[in-house]
T-cell receptor, first 110, second 114 residues
Framework: QQQVKQSPQSLIVQKGGISIINCAYENTAFDYFPWYQQFPGKGPALLIA?????SEKKEGRFTISFNKSAKQFSLHIMDSQPGDSATYFC?????????FGEGTQLTVNP | GAGVSQSPSNKVTEKGKDVELRCDPI?????LYWYRQSLGQGLEFLIY????????KSGLPSDRFSAERTGGSVSTLTIQRTQQEDSAVYLCASSFRGGSYEQYFGPGTRLTVT
């Protein structure tokens, strides 16, 4: 059962553009929502995370928007750079268990 | 400081053989996790350790999979009688403690079952 659905599967943006990745979840018991960035051959690394009592969190060029009633959250990457090209995973946690989305492969063209 | 390390980085094995994958977490991290990442897929939770005990092993796909953690540190994931569908990257992560603490991932072990 896929409890976290992520879209799009792949995304191509131009340098300086905004990258937007969306996730939706079903389990209302999830209480922590991190985003991970993964480069080829590497393990994922935490990018930014949010709790459901907050509607938005911003760290530098990265922003999470969270809509608790719609059970959706999204990652916005402002001023996207070629170095941001990677696979991005949303996740949701219940207890100590993370459930991951399927991933979005982002390509930022120079 | 040192991050999470995993060994081997690559493992090719024949169908039916047993394999052991090792994870060395960050020193002082009490929580340890194993995930499986199939080609082009997201991460699939396998098991969570808090100290040496595994309060959540519900993600293990079959009884061919087992894991242990000793001394609150190193963990070994064992797959018995490997099948081709076991081919994947096995990732280990550790965190200061369980529950909403950042999980730090190792580089993974790429397992290929021929």
């Amino acid at each position: 059962q896929q409890q976290v659905k992520q879209s799009p599967q792949s995304l191509i943006v131009q340098k300086g553009g905004i990258s937007i990745i969306n996730c939706a979840y079903e389990n209302t018991a999830f209480d922590y929502f991190p985003w991970y960035q993964q480069f080829p051959g590497k393990g994922p690394a935490l990018l930014i995370a949010i709790r459901p009592d907050v509607s938005e969190k911003k760290e530098g060029r990265f922003t999470i928007s969270f809509n608790k009633s719609a059970k959706q959250f999204s990652l916005h990457i402002m001023d996207s750079q070629p170095g941001d090209s990677a696979t991005y995973f949303c996740a949701a946690e219940q207890g100590s268990r993370l459930t991951f989305g399927e991933g979005t492969q982002l390509t930022v063209n120079p | 400081g040192a991050g999470v390390s995993q060994s081997p980085s690559n493992k090719v094995t024949e169908k039916g053989k047993d394999v052991e994958l090792r994870c060395d977490p960050i020193s002082g991290h009490t929580a340890l996790y194993w995930y499986r990442q199939s080609l082009g897929q997201g991460l699939e939770f396998l098991i969570y350790f808090q100290g040496n005990s595994a309060p959540d092993k519900s993600g293990l796909p079959s009884d061919r999979f087992s894991a242990e953690r000793t001394g609150g540190s190193v963990s070994t994931l064992t797959i018995q009688r490997t099948q081709q569908e076991d081919s994947a990257v096995y990732l280990c992560a550790s965190s200061f403690r369980g529950g909403s603490y950042e999980q730090y991932f190792g580089p993974g072990t790429r397992l290929t079952v021929t």
